[in-house]
Structure formats: C-alpha cells, structure tokens
C-alpha cells in the first residue's frame, strides 16, 4: 500500500466518523429531534429542577417554621424535609435520564433486583430506618427533649432524628449519634415531657442523731423554698442503715426546667442548716482493740 492510499483511508475514516458524530448530534429524524437540543435541553432541565427543589424546600422550611399548627414537632418536620429531598432529586435524575433518550423500560426489574440485594446486605440500615419511623410515630421524645437511652448508655439534649440515626448532645456539649435501632431496643427517660419532676436528696447522719429534728429542718427548708412545689407536700424519710450512717431521703417536686437549680441550692442549704444545727455527717469509723491493753483505740479515717 502506497502512501497516499494510506493517507487516503485516514482521511476518509476521519470523514466517517465526523459525520456520524455530526449526524447524531445534529441530525434527527422524522419523529426525533437532533441529540444536541435534547443535551442542552437536559442541561437547562438539570440546572432549572436544582434550582427549583432548593427553592421549594426552603419555602417549605420557612411554612414549617412559621404555621406551627401545620406539624408542631420539629422532629417530624426534619424527617419530612429529608425524605422530600431525596424523592425530590432523585425523580429528577430520572427525568434527565428520559430527556436524553435513555433506555428506562429495565429500570423496574433492576430497581426491584437491587432492593433484594440491598435488603439482604443492608438490614441492619433497615431495621434502623424503620425504628426511625416507630421513633416518629410512638413519640418517645421530640428535638429539644433531655433523655436518658439505656439507663447510662447516653443521656442529653435530643438534636435531630434522620433516616438511620438519633443525634444526641451531651451536657459538655459533645455530640453523640445513636442508631435508630439501639433506641428502639432501650428503655427510654425522658425527663422533658413532663413539666414537674421530684427532687430527692440523699443524706447520711450520725445514728446518734435526732431522726425528727433533721427531718423537721429538711421539710422546713423544702417548705420555705417558693420554687418547691407545697402540692405535692415535701416529705423527709429514714430510707436506709449504713455501716456508719443512717440515711435520710428529702423529697419534694419542682418544675423541671429549674431542677438542677433548686438541686445544688438545697444542698448548700442543707449544708449550711446542718452545721447551724450541729448535726453530724459521718464518716468511715474503724475501731481497733489493743492486745496489750483493755483499752479501745479509734481511728476515724476521713
């Protein structure tokens, strides 16, 4: 083969292939429309629908946000608003797939496929979407509320509720994300839904001490506290013998958006009425007996 024939091929491959690019991008037939204003109509589509979901999601944050007699529980409404976003893109996805010609008649069949496999490797992510939804629909608790998950296993301020897991801020402010099935499966404290909760105080006196007189001074305090509720009445008991202590329980209901406050003030009240009233808080006492004397040595050790 001569040069010029091979320089000829070349150039006639070139030509080919040119004008079938040319064809399909420009060329349309008599039911079709040329590929490029199917491309750049998908573009504008694309960019149009992107535009559009973000618009419509924060008008709907905004009616969320403003008409409370809509849905009242914040939790809900952030569920709504993520389960709205993917449907949401993902339809559009599938609308720019048909403008640009692709093949859709298989999509069932391997959608459904797909949902075999997915569940068969992914169910533990679905039992935690659908706890989310028992979370959702039982109302254990709703964002703002301070739970407790487990008796210890997590206890702070609920922050959201997703598709797979529960965010929980702490006291110390970090953040800790539960999935939705281990709440589910626990026993649930939630000390926000109800607006009173009982205060109790725990104190270890001397059992030398006057039982009456220091439950006369806890109920006096508990009584003399306007943000101690006198409904139901303060009450003070003996609850328990220690090796070196009797214990003697105070206890009293408060609002519960103030109980830590009213909490460490009785105790400091508590402090302060005890030493006024020289009554004893004891510690650990070991007596020890001499062999070499009848006499009884007592060491206390504080």
């Given at each position: ?136 629909s039982s109302k254990p608790f709703v964002i703002g509320d301070y739970v ?7 206890e702070g301020t609920v922050v959201s509720v997703k598709f797979l897991v ?137």
């Amino acid at each position: 083969m001569s040069w010029n024939e091979f320089w000829t091929k070349v150039g006639e491959a070139f030509k080919s292939t040119w004008s079938e690019l040319g064809n399909f991008w420009f060329g349309g037939g008599d039911n079709t429309s040329p590929y490029i204003a199917n491309f750049v109509f998908a573009i504008l589509v694309l960019i149009f629908g992107y535009f559009l979901i973000k618009l419509f999601l924060k008008l709907l944050r905004k009616i969320f946000k403003i008409d409370k007699k809509i849905i009242k529980e914040k939790t809900i409404k952030s569920f709504i608003l993520n389960t709205l976003k993917v449907v949401l893109y993902f339809g559009l996805c599938l609308i720019v797939l048909a403008i640009l010609r692709v093949n859709l008649s298989g999509f069932a069949e391997i959608f459904s496929s797909a949902i075999l496999a997915i569940g068969l490797s992914l169910q533990d992510v679905i039992s935690n979407f659908a706890s989310g939804i028992i979370i959702l629909s039982s109302k254990p608790f709703v964002i703002g509320d301070y739970v407790n998950i487990g008796n210890g296993i997590c206890e702070g301020t609920v922050v959201s509720v997703k598709f797979l897991v529960t965010c929980i801020e702490t006291v110390d402010k970090q953040n800790i994300t539960l999935p939705n099935k281990t709440i589910t499966s626990s026993v649930v404290m939630n000390y926000t839904q109800n607006p009173l909760r009982r205060l109790r105080i725990d104190i270890g006196v001397d059992y030398d001490t006057d039982v009456s007189k220091v439950k006369e001074i806890l109920i006096d305090l508990a009584n003399n506290d306007n943000r101690i509720l006198l409904e139901p009445t303060p009450v003070a008991y003996l609850t328990a013998f220690q090796a070196s202590s009797i214990n003697i329980s105070l206890r009293c209901f408060v609002p519960n958006e103030i109980y830590w406050t009213v909490y460490f003030d009785m105790n400091e009240k508590i402090f302060s009425a005890f030493k006024k009233n020289n009554i004893q808080i004891p510690f650990n006492r070991i007596v020890v007996s001499s062999k070499n004397s009848n006499d009884l040595l007592i060491r206390e050790d504080k």
